[in-house]
Structures are given as structure tokens and as C-alpha cells.
């Protein structure tokens, strides 16, 4: 199987398109998926609870530093409940550092939001043939005022390598 992680535009047919056209910022990563038959819930459950030591050891400097300037502790991206099931999720449950906006068969919303941002996270699927998936994961911030600026600087060529490592686990055993 290629699981190889390639940047792409987000899906036409994706709900994160209505809005994309007013954003500071969107990357999008395909791969096909190790697990084609997981909903996109639960292929963000499965990725979210593999979250690389890193990512977290990130995500917990990223807390310590933005929290003296109002800018939420998110926790960390693998602080997933292991005992709630997919299917008990509904809309406004958070689900790791996210809240749970809406899903459908072939696509999952996902977002957090405070006064300086606004981020929504997306992953669609798009059925192959051959039992084969392909998943776009795609992350959309609009940024509300200055210290959103700010604290997109560093964030932005983080994010693109944070975004194509949890995507690449999509696509792994």
C-alpha cells in the first residue's frame, strides 16, 4: 500500500470549504488510510491516541507559553477518553483538544475557538475501490486579532510538520 503523505488542496466537496475563502491560514495532507473501514471520527480517534511523544511534548510547552497571554490550555493532542466509543460522540463533546462540530459519513469537523482564533480541523474520506480510502485532513484558522498574528508566526512551520506526521499515521498499521 502507498502511504505516502502528499500536500494538496482541501477537498471540493469537503464542508471546510465554506470557509476556507475568508481564512489566515489552511494546509491540507492525503493519505490512504492503513484502516479504510474506520468512520473519519474514528480515524481521528485512532491517530489522535498514537500521537508521537513530541507532539505532546509540543503541545505542553505551547500551554505553558500562551497561557499567561489568555490563549486556552489545550492539553495535550493524545488526551483522547479510551473508554468513550466513537458512536457516543455528538456535536459539542470535546474530543481531545478539539470539540466535536459535526460528521457524516465521509467527513469529520473538529475546532476549537477563543477570542484570538478560530481553528477547524477536517477529515474526508474518499472511498478508492478495493476496500481503499484515501483521507484529507485538513486544518482552516481565521485569526480574530493581533496576538492571533502573533501566535501564528511560530505556529504556521510548526503546524505544517505536526499536520504531516499525524496525517502519515493515517496511512500506518
Not at 457524516?104 to 469537523?109: A, M, P, R
Request: charged letters at 20%; glycine letters at 4%; one cysteine or more.
Amino acid at each position: 500500500m502507498n502511504n505516502d503523505v502528499t500536500k494538496v488542496a482541501p477537498p471540493c466537496s469537503s464542508k471546510i470549504q465554506h470557509i476556507l475563502e475568508s481564512a489566515d491560514f489552511y494546509d491540507a495532507w492525503e493519505v490512504r488510510a492503513a484502516a479504510p473501514m474506520l468512520t473519519p471520527l474514528e480515524q481521528f480517534l485512532r491517530v489522535a491516541s498514537k500521537t508521537p511523544k513530541w507532539v505532546d511534548s509540543l503541545m505542553v510547552l505551547r500551554n505553558k507559553v500562551v497561557s499567561p497571554f489568555g490563549l486556552k490550555d489545550l492539553g495535550k493532542l493524545s488526551s483522547i477518553s479510551p473508554n468513550k466509543s466513537s458512536k457516543d460522540y455528538v456535536a459539542g463533546d470535546r474530543v481531545g483538544i478539539f470539540t466535536l462540530i459535526e460528521q457524516s459519513e465521509n467527513e469529520v469537523l473538529l475546532g476549537d475557538e477563543d477570542e484570538h482564533l478560530k481553528v477547524v480541523l477536517s477529515l474526508y474520506q474518499t472511498p478508492l475501490g478495493d476496500n481503499q480510502t484515501q483521507v484529507t485532513m485538513t486544518t482552516v484558522v481565521h485569526v480574530k486579532n493581533m496576538l492571533g498574528h502573533l501566535y501564528m508566526l511560530p505556529v504556521k512551520p510548526a503546524h505544517h510538520v505536526i499536520a504531516k506526521s499525524m496525517t502519515k499515521l493515517i496511512g500506518e498499521n
